[in-house]
């Protein structure tokens, strides 16, 4: 089987003595699942009785498509079904002639099971994820925990390879970003694939890829990370970037509001935010806090800016309820409460971040603050993740915290705390309090 020069350096990688953890992402059409079938047949062969694991989000598409690929790969390498091997639909695992095994795993997150306990005890030798970007970050950690099973009677290292499209979430994060900031990790590799790095495509899949939608063909054919086309996406990526350039003035200039997302319990950041209109003048963000210094600097706003108490809103789920009870008339935002007005969304934070939506789409909000790059890279990434989330019910709700923890490997307090803001466009009159 013949194999173009970024199969070929995956293979080494794949071979050498120091890389742990491969990702082969880029553009279709590269060859990358190609690579992770031929590596698992040529470990299986060469090291009998090991243990490997081919994984993808669902089985149920690992069988359709993953595993016609190793198939074919294994026709090419005169690897036959019934002699070399066999494949049980029942246990889901390959059996090859010589004791290996390659178990094939579906990788999906079931709420039921944030752990991945449905892995148990397993031990492998290596693992092939295909479309690792559809899974979440804690699968392929697990899944790399799990590389142990008779290393040493070989003398190999753990060994883990994903293949992806681009896709702007934990693999850019971890992989393709640092590689082209040239902070990678020494023990990471990160190789770009592309479909014109395949010699042997038929040139009508280039002509269909160039065919496609400017931001599916970006992705698709020339590989770019940056470009993100997802239909449940409610932001569009200028949009987001506009924010922190936009130079306009409110008409609610003379307004003035401030946000707070608390920490909770001390596991997320806390993020305060003064509002005048909708403009973001301060943000004051937290790592670490307890709720007397976070209460002391909302009131040191409140005065600095002469915010009136009704326009001070505060995460009340959790611990943040301790700010709400001893500032007295703000508004304790309940993240799960009923949506206004009767309008059909799951609850009140999905309503807010479909409104905040609206409104950076309109160009009408504004970071007049200074950023940090760290915090302008985290609100923007927060900010692709606003998202639709189909339900049953066909109640509009947005991509949950927990499955934004497991995309980004953090929590989106910034974006929280400028949902907030929208409380008081859904909710305009409320009745006046005294200014602080």
């Known amino acids: ?200 495509i038929s040139k009508h899949y280039i002509t269909n890829l160039k065919s496609l939608p400017q931001a599916s063909r970006d992705r698709l054919l020339f590989g770019n990370w940056e470009a993100d086309n997802d239909p449940n996406s409610l932001i569009d990526y200028d949009n987001i970037l506009s924010i922190f350039n936009n130079t306009f003035v409110s008409d609610e200039k003379e307004k003035y509001y401030i946000t707070c997302d608390v920490a909770r319990l001390g596991s997320d950041k806390a993020v305060i935010m003064v509002w005048r209109g909708f403009e973001i003048v301060d943000i004051y963000d937290y790592d670490k806090s307890r709720l007397n210094e976070l209460e002391e600097v909302i009131r040191s706003l409140i005065k600095k800016y002469k915010v009136p108490i009704r326009n001070v809103v505060v995460d009340g789920d959790g611990v943040g309820g301790g700010i709400v009870d001893n500032i007295k008339g703000c508004v304790d935002f309940v993240n799960n409460s009923k949506a206004m007005n009767d309008e059909y969304y799951q609850n009140l934070k999905s309503q807010c971040y479909y409104k905040l939506a609206e409104h950076i789409q309109g160009d009408e909000i504004y970071i007049s603050f200074e950023v940090t790059t760290k915090q302008k890279a985290d609100i923007t990434q927060e900010l692709e993740q606003v998202k639709s989330d189909n339900t049953d019910d066909n109640k509009l709700r947005i991509l949950s915290k927990d499955k934004i923890k497991n995309l980004i490997g953090r929590s989106p307090d910034y974006s929280d705390a400028m949902m907030m803001r929208m409380y008081w466009v859904l909710k305009p009159n409320i009745k006046k309090y005294k200014i602080y």
């Open 1 to 200: 089987m013949e194999l173009t020069k970024k199969q070929t350096q995956v293979l080494d990688l794949l071979e050498d003595s120091n890389t742990n953890e491969i990702v082969f992402g880029g553009g279709a059409g590269g060859g990358k699942s190609v690579v992770g079938c031929y590596w698992l047949i040529k470990s299986c062969l060469k090291y009998p009785g090991t243990r490997w694991l081919m994984g993808r989000k669902k089985l149920k598409t690992l069988k359709e498509t993953t595993l016609k690929t190793f198939l074919e790969v294994c026709k090419l390498q005169d690897v036959v079904n019934g002699i070399h091997f066999n494949i049980n639909n029942q246990s889901n695992i390959i059996t090859f002639f010589n004791g290996s095994e390659i178990l094939m795993k579906d990788l999906f997150y079931y709420p039921a099971d944030p752990d991945f306990d449905e892995l148990g005890s397993l031990e492998i030798t290596g693992a092939f994820i295909d479309e690792v970007n559809q899974v979440v970050e804690k699968a392929w950690q697990i899944v790399k925990s799990r590389i142990r099973y008779r290393l040493d009677e070989y003398d190999l290292i753990p060994k883990i390879i994903g293949s992806c499209n681009p896709q702007k979430n934990w693999v850019y994060n971890e992989f393709y970003k640092p590689f082209k900031n040239g902070v990678l990790e020494l023990n990471k590799m990160f190789v770009q694939s592309l479909a014109t790095d395949n010699r042997f």
